[in-house]
């Protein structure tokens, strides 16, 4: 059994505790989503891709990276410098993320920037969870969905429910999948393999030439400095989504700022 699939047993055993109907409700009673998908699709920053920016402790793939991140205050560093949206992992046993998190960004800080919640979504009730607790869009990945009817039909929902749905692909049969997909807007290509957890950007200039220019494209994962990024603009790519290089960073305010293209003079004397 890989990693994805240990995961996905584990998400099974979360599910079945959850309050579905209770969590439909909560979910018809929250604000309507903001527009995840016109935030990064901007380009606010001439031509370098919008940055997703994430609030990140641990990974399978390289273990605990800052425990003891505060991720509030990360959180405001991501928004002064740069960031044009925010990816918030909400798993606990696998990246140390909790729900709470989200929901306090939205409700109680007040995000300027659009959320995404970050988890391996498999069932509806996951999808109210996530608008309920404030997300503006969901992660749908392509490799923990094999059934393509219940694929169309967690897609289908997030969109009823107002949320951006972002759908990660990392090879050609799941990025055909995802083309599929009625209504698709927004396709992540995850230079990460969930499998083998190799990473390789090829992954995505490889992948990028099989998807039309009015579905915007985010790129994952490997990417560490402002040459992987203008790496990435040659495949005109709309957003990349960034973690690791963030948080693990001396300076993670000066590397958002990189990473998102801003070069702004007075936001040069910070480095925090």
Same mark, same amino acid.
């Given at each position: 059994?890989?990693?994805?699939?240990?995961?996905?047993?584990?998400?099974?055993?979360?599910?079945?505790?959850?309050? =579905? +109907?209770?969590? $439909? &409700?909560?979910?018809?009673?929250?604000?309507?989503? $903001?527009?995840?998908?016109?935030?990064?699709?901007?380009? /606010?920053?001439?031509?370098?891709?919008?940055?997703?920016?994430?609030?990140? /402790?641990?990974?399978?793939?390289?273990?605990?990276?800052?425990?003891?991140?505060?991720?509030?205050?990360?959180?405001?560093?991501?928004?002064?410098?740069?960031?044009?949206?925010?990816?918030?992992?909400?798993?606990?046993?696998?990246? *140390?993320?909790?729900?709470?998190?989200?929901?306090?960004?939205?409700?109680?800080?007040?995000?300027?920037?659009?959320?995404? $919640?970050? #988890?391996?979504?498999?069932?509806?009730?996951? &999808?109210?969870?996530?608008?309920?607790?404030?997300?503006?869009?969901?992660?749908?990945? =392509?490799?923990?969905?094999?059934? %393509?009817?219940?694929?169309?039909?967690?897609?289908?929902?997030?969109?009823?429910?107002?949320?951006?749905?972002?759908?990660?692909?990392? %090879?050609?049969?799941?990025?055909?999948?995802? &083309?599929?997909?009625?209504?698709?807007? &927004?396709?992540?290509?995850?230079?990460?393999?969930?499998?083998?957890?190799?990473? +390789?950007?090829? !992954?995505?200039?490889?992948?990028?030439? *099989?998807?039309?220019?009015?579905?915007?494209?985010?790129?994952?994962?490997?990417?560490?400095?402002?040459?992987?990024?203008? /790496?990435?603009?040659? +495949?005109?790519? #709309?957003?990349?989504?960034?973690?690791?290089?963030?948080? !693990?960073?001396?300076?993670?305010?000066?590397?958002?700022?990189?990473?998102?293209?801003?070069?702004?003079?007075?936001?040069? /004397?910070?480095?925090?």
């Amino acid at each position: 059994m890989n990693i994805l699939e240990k995961i996905i047993e584990q998400k099974k055993i979360e599910i079945a505790a959850l309050n =579905a +109907s209770a969590l $439909r &409700l909560s979910a018809e009673q929250s604000p309507t989503p $903001r527009n995840f998908l016109a935030h990064i699709t901007r380009r /606010r920053f001439g031509t370098s891709p919008s940055l997703i920016a994430e609030l990140k /402790r641990a990974s399978p793939s390289k273990g605990i990276l800052a425990p003891h991140l505060d991720l509030f205050q990360v959180a405001d560093i991501y928004t002064q410098n740069g960031a044009s949206a925010m990816s918030v992992l909400t798993d606990e046993k696998f990246f *140390m993320g909790k729900l709470e998190t989200l929901y306090e960004l939205r409700f109680t800080k007040k995000s300027e920037v659009p959320l995404l $919640r970050k #988890d391996f979504i498999i069932d509806e009730v996951q &999808l109210y969870e996530a608008k309920a607790n404030g997300a503006d869009a969901i992660l749908l990945i =392509a490799a923990a969905l094999t059934d %393509d009817k219940h694929f169309a039909d967690l897609h289908a929902c997030a969109l009823e429910l107002g949320l951006t749905a972002l759908v990660e692909v990392h %090879d050609e049969a799941e990025t055909e999948r995802a &083309l599929k997909l009625k209504d698709i807007k &927004l396709i992540g290509i995850n230079n990460r393999n969930l499998a083998t957890f190799e990473v +390789s950007l090829e !992954t995505t200039e490889k992948l990028r030439s *099989m998807i039309s220019n009015d579905i915007a494209v985010v790129a994952e994962s490997g990417i560490f400095t402002a040459s992987d990024v203008e /790496r990435l603009s040659k +495949s005109n790519v #709309d957003a990349i989504l960034v973690g690791e290089a963030l948080v !693990t960073s001396e300076g993670i305010g000066k590397k958002v700022r990189e990473l998102s293209g801003l070069q702004v003079e007075k936001l040069e /004397r910070s480095n925090l």
